[in-house]
T-cell receptor, first 114, second 112 residues
Framework: KAGVTQTPRYLIKTRGQQVTLSCSPISGHRSVSWYQQTPGQGLQFLFEYFSETQRNKGNFPGRFSGRQFSNSRSEMNVSTLELGDSALYLC?????????????FGSGTRLTVV | GQQVMQIPQYQHVQEGEDFTTYCNSSTTLSNIQWYKQRPGGHPVFLIQLVKSGEVKKQKRLTFQFGEAKKNSSLHITATQTTDVGTYFCAGYSGGGADGLTFGKGTHLIIQP
């Protein structure tokens, strides 16, 4: 079966712009989580959605937002981009999310802010 | 908030040697998951441990969950070049309110 699909794979944006990243989970998976990965901070949890509802949110500013659609596809948005937002953004899906289920990650979107 | 720490940050081994990475949490975990990320790739789920003192094996990999459910380890016997990558532990605590928290990983470098 198809894996987790993230688009686009690479993105270059200018400081102050906004960006939207997309994630299509594995068919049947209802939980989608987003992570930011940087060499210095590692994998940091952004938020988790389950059945169109945000279930958990990490410690990121309000410029980072997300949503999940009825088909479980998810988008995350970053407004007023800063240089420090340059990172690999990973989406992960799970059957139900939360405790008890492993996550399948997508290949990520590499965002560069210049 | 919950913190998950991993040591060592980097580990160089000769091919055929054993490797161990350790994971410690500041809070009691309801479960612990392990992931592997190859260079240039994305994390891949390896296993989940749930019970206190649980030990699970996958071929040359042995995973342990501490009795207090605050620490875990991954041991690889007789490393091979295919084992190269970064190994992450990740856990939930407090009902999962903080989401799945990852350690910073251990980078395994293997010299042939």
């Amino acid at each position: 079966k198809a894996g987790v699909t993230q688009t686009p794979r690479y993105l270059i944006k200018t400081r102050g712009q906004q960006v939207t990243l997309s994630c299509s989970p594995i068919s049947g998976h209802r939980s989608v989580s987003w992570y930011q990965q940087t060499p210095g901070q590692g994998l940091q949890f952004l938020f988790e959605y389950f059945s169109e509802t945000q279930r958990n949110k990490g410690n990121f500013p309000g410029r980072f937002s997300g949503r999940q659609f009825s088909n479980s596809r998810s988008e995350m948005n970053v407004s007023t981009l800063e240089l420090g937002d340059s990172a690999l953004y990973l989406c992960a899906s799970s059957l139900a999310g939360g405790e008890g289920y492993g996550y399948t990650f997508g290949s990520g979107t590499r965002l560069t802010v210049v | 908030g919950q913190q998950v720490m991993q040591i060592p940050q980097y580990q160089h081994v000769q091919e055929g040697e054993d490797f161990t990475t350790y994971c410690n949490s500041s809070t009691t975990l309801s479960n612990i998951q392990w992931y592997k990320q190859r260079p240039g790739g994305h994390p891949v789920f390896l296993i989940q441990l749930v019970k206190s003192g649980e030990v699970k094996k996958q071929k040359r990999l042995t995973f342990q969950f501490g009795e207090a459910k605050k620490n875990s380890s991954l041991h690889i016997t007789a490393t091979q070049t295919t084992d190269v990558g970064t190994y992450f532990c990740a856990g939930y605590s407090g009902g999962g309110a903080d989401g799945l928290t990852f350690g910073k990983g251990t980078h395994l470098i293997i010299q042939p």
